[in-house]
T-cell receptor
Framework: DTAVSQTPKYLVTQMGNDKSIKCEQN?????MYWYKQDSKKFLKIMFS???????INETVPNRFSPKSPDKAHLNLHINSLELGDSAVYFC????????????FGSGTQLSVL | QKEVEQNSGPLSVPEGAIASLNCTYS??????FFWYRQYSGKSPELIMS????GDKEDGRFTAQLNKASQYVSLLIRDSQPSDSATYLC????????????FGQGTTLQVKP
């Protein structure tokens, strides 16, 4: 059983399009995250939700909008995609906010053409 | 801006040698430090955490922390080809925010 699963694994799209990435965790964790890893391997936090409430919101363009319908799901919607959005996006979860042991999903490779 | 810095490498060591990976951080208030391993094309996984000055050993891995020098390191003894991966240093941002700041990672190559 996959603990943190995200879909799709690969996403190739044109500039200006809108796309979504879905994430689900079956670990019973309270906290979920979106991280972005660029081509230089820097892994940067974008958002964190604890029990469906937004607790971390980094300086991210407002084209990125997370949504957490329940504590097991955290989706990421991106409007008006730009070339610079190309990266690997990782969903992660932790047992609670402040628990730094993160369980990562397998990542979504987003390529904007 | 709070930063975590690592030498991107690659660090190349022969099989059986000790690999030493280093990390410095800028946030003096940080209290929690982590090493994640990321195989090529895979997701990061936590391998070590350390919270107090000194050494912490877990099997072939030893994490070292020196808060005065703002320095964290990871030693891998008896390196194996299967240890070849990128090692990401992560530091919790001060204020117990739960926010991790990652370094760019050091790529380790263990040659048979």
């Amino acid at each position: 059983d996959t603990a943190v699963s995200q879909t799709p694994k690969y996403l190739v799209t044109q500039m200006g399009n809108d796309k979504s990435i879905k994430c689900e965790q079956n670990l019973g964790h309270d906290t979920m995250y979106w991280y972005k890893q660029d081509s230089k391997k820097f892994l940067k936090i974008m958002f964190s939700y604890n029990n469906k409430e937004l607790i971390i919101n980094e300086t991210v363009p407002n084209r990125f909008s997370p949504k957490s319908p329940d504590k097991a799901h955290l989706n990421l919607h991106i409007n008006s995609l730009e070339l610079g959005d190309s990266a690997v996006y990782f969903c992660a979860s932790s047992q609670r906010a402040g628990d730094e042991k993160l369980f990562f999903g397998s990542g979504t490779q987003l390529s904007v053409l | 801006q709070k930063e975590v810095e690592q030498n991107s490498g690659p660090l190349s060591v022969p099989e059986g040698a000790i690999a030493s990976l280093n990390c410095t951080y800028s946030d003096r208030g940080s209290q929690s430090f982590f090493w994640y391993r990321q195989y090529s094309g895979k997701s990061p996984e936590l391998i070590m955490s350390i919270y107090s000055n000194g050494d912490k050993e877990d099997g072939r891995f030893t994490a070292q922390l020196n808060k005065a020098s703002q320095y964290v390191s990871l030693l891998i003894r008896d390196s194996q080809p299967s240890d070849s991966a990128t090692y990401l240093c992560a530091v919790e941002s001060s204020g117990n925010t739960g926010k991790l700041i990652f370094g760019q990672g050091t790529t380790l190559q263990v040659k048979p």
